[in-house]
């Protein structure tokens, strides 16, 4: 019982380091002002429209550019904390013109005060410092702790992170809720690696995905990678199956079961989130990619030197700033070290994953090279905050293989230190000791 104790109470301590870390890191890091940011908190007002006065009319949300272009659940976000602030906020255009400076457009009603911009942004700062714990735990639960602390360390200590984790943006949000659901799902198939993950556990994991794909639609790749362990799982049972181990087949049945309950939870909260889509809730839905991707092949058009039009140069782009640029190790070190750690991290992770019945290796494989596949694939046109889910994942990667390594050598050493104390044993303790 003391031990179980003292294990909690290091946890914690551990836990609550990571967190002030976070803290003195985000609580103050600055952050040039956007003119993304003057999008999303000029349609903040839909918090208003939802929360306020319960309005989900057609009028309130009718189908245009502002419906279209993001989910709701950072404007909620950033609406409900000014709002419970005492700031007005209604009277702010978010057609902030890119071609004119902010203080121009702040003239012009099209940019927020920066008062407004600042109390915006003390929520998006709580969800960065709640995604470094995050971090850890995932990596904490797959490797253990050191792992974990290293890789919280690193994305506190990135010069890229903070650049884009305090601004008033959507990716807060969206890692935080996507690291959230990450981690209850390892903890969930860990926990049911005998009789499958647990149905209330599964709830909360749909939950918190369905937010984090109501904050940002690249939670699609979460989704499909949650579809694809579950149809892995139904396959190796099949297989098993035909190899007469019934028991396994038992087991990628209650996974598929559970993945596809986890994907209609997060489908369902993505689409109650947002009244935009309630009229047609398919259709809708497929407008907000569409329009996506429009708009990637708008702003290649308008700026060419930012798109990426070649498979080869989205991979250069992605390698590069999810795992190189603005790093801790290469801003200070110029070492590519963070990305050196996601390849052993990503190797040894293939080697731990690849069995008939996939467990919580195989499912974090399928979610990171899901990301860093898919971003690849869908970078139409270069903005450094579209590598955040990627960089999160290299991060992962890398705690991953500092948390493996330290089990190694930690249970070399102790094997060292074993065989070294029964050699320094004279030959009658020996004796007494085998008789």
């Given at each position: 019982m003391h031990g179980r104790w003292w294990r909690i109470g290091a946890e914690a301590a551990l836990v609550l380091a990571v967190a002030v870390v976070a803290v003195s890191v985000f609580a103050r890091a600055p952050a040039k002002q956007a003119g993304d940011e003057a999008n999303w908190l000029g349609t903040a007002r839909y918090f208003l429209v939802l929360f306020v006065r319960h309005d989900v009319s057609a009028e309130a949300w009718p189908d245009s550019y502002w419906t279209r272009t993001q989910p709701m659940i950072p404007r909620y976000i950033m609406g409900g904390w000014l709002w419970a602030r005492g700031y007005e906020y209604e009277w702010l255009d978010p057609n902030f013109d890119h071609t004119k400076k902010w203080f121009t457009n702040e003239r012009e009603g099209k940019a927020p005060t920066e008062a407004i911009l600042t109390e915006a942004?003390?929520?998006?700062?709580?969800?960065?410092?709640?995604?470094?714990?995050?971090?850890?735990?995932?990596?904490r639960v797959m490797a253990g702790p050191v792992g974990g602390v290293v890789a919280a360390l690193l994305f506190c200590g990135s010069s890229y992170v903070p650049l884009h984790m305090v601004r008033a943006m959507g990716e807060p949000p969206f890692i935080a809720f996507l690291l959230a659901a990450l981690l209850v799902s390892l903890v969930a198939i860990k926990r049911g690696a005998l009789r499958g993950p647990r149905v209330g556990l599964g709830l909360v994991a749909g939950l918190?995905?369905?937010?984090a794909f109501a904050s940002k639609l690249t939670a699609i790749i979460a989704i499909v990678a949650v579809l694809l362990w579950g149809s892995w799982a139904a396959l190796g049972g099949l297989v098993a199956r035909r190899l007469s181990m019934l028991r396994t087949q038992v087991d990628g049945r209650r996974r598929l079961v559970w993945s596809l309950g986890v994907v209609a939870v997060a489908i369902l909260t993505f689409s109650?989130?947002?009244?935009f889509l309630y009229h047609d809730p398919v259709g809708r839905s497929w407008l907000l990619f569409k329009n996506r991707q429009a708009e990637m092949m708008v702003q290649a058009e308008l700026d060419p030197s930012r798109a990426a039009m070649t498979l080869p140069e989205r991979v250069e782009q992605v390698w590069k700033y999810s795992l190189i640029e603005d790093t801790w190790a290469h801003t200070r070190l110029r070492w590519p070290l963070e990305a050196a750690l996601a390849v052993v991290g990503l190797a040894w992770l293939v080697v731990r994953?690849?069995?008939?019945?996939?467990?919580?290796d195989a499912f974090l494989l399928l979610w990171v090279l899901g990301f860093f596949g898919g971003v690849t694939v869908g970078l139409g046109y270069v903005l450094d905050h579209y590598f955040m889910p990627t960089a999160t994942m290299g991060l992962i990667l890398g705690g991953l293989a500092i948390g493996w390594s330290a089990r190694l050598v930690w249970i070399g050493a102790r094997r060292l230190a074993q065989r070294a104390l029964t050699n320094s044993r004279p030959p009658f303790a020996k004796e007494s000791a085998s008789t």
């Open positions: 942004r003390v929520p998006m700062r709580a969800l960065t410092v709640v995604a470094a714990v995050l971090l850890y735990g995932v990596v918190l995905l369905g937010l109650v989130t947002n009244p994953a690849v069995r008939l019945q996939p467990g919580a």
